[in-house]
C-alpha cells in the first residue's frame, strides 16, 4: 500500500502550495480519492474529494480556493491551495473515499507570517 503525499511546505497568508499524492493503483483506480487534513488537536476532516472520472466535491472551508485533480495514468491526486489561511495549518493525507486503514506519513502545510 503507497499514499505517499509531497509538496507542503510553509506559506504566508494568501499564497499557494500544490501537494501531490502518488497512491498505489489498487487503492486509486476506479475509486473516489481524498485529500484529508488533520490540524493539531484536532480530528482528521476531509477537505476535498475527486471521482474516477474527476468530478469533484469540496469541504465549505476551502470551497472556492482549492482545486482538486487527478492524473489516472499516474496514480497521482494533486491539491492545488490558493488563498491560504492560518486556519489551514494541518497535515494533509491522501486516501481512498471512505479511507482504506492504513495512511501515508502526510504533508505538513503551515500557513504563517
Known amino acids: 500500500v503507497q499514499l505517499q503525499a509531497s509538496g507542503g511546505g510553509l506559506v504566508q497568508p494568501g499564497g499557494s502550495l500544490r501537494l501531490s499524492c502518488v497512491a498505489s493503483?489498487?487503492?486509486?483506480?476506479?475509486?473516489?480519492m481524498g485529500w484529508y487534513r488533520r490540524a493539531q488537536g484536532r480530528q482528521r476532516e476531509l477537505v476535498a474529494q475527486?471521482?474516477?472520472?474527476?468530478?469533484?466535491n469540496y469541504g465549505d472551508s476551502v470551497k472556492g480556493r482549492f482545486t482538486v485533480s487527478r492524473d489516472n495514468a499516474k496514480n497521482t491526486v494533486y491539491l492545488q491551495m490558493n488563498s491560504l489561511k492560518p486556519e489551514d495549518t494541518a497535515v494533509y493525507y491522501c486516501?481512498?473515499?471512505?479511507?482504506?486503514?492504513?495512511w501515508g506519513q502526510g504533508t505538513l502545510v503551515t500557513v504563517s507570517s
Open positions: 486516501n481512498r473515499v471512505p479511507p482504506v486503514e492504513v
Open positions: 493503483r489498487s487503492i486509486f483506480t476506479f475509486n473516489v
Open positions: 475527486i471521482s474516477f472520472g474527476s468530478s469533484t
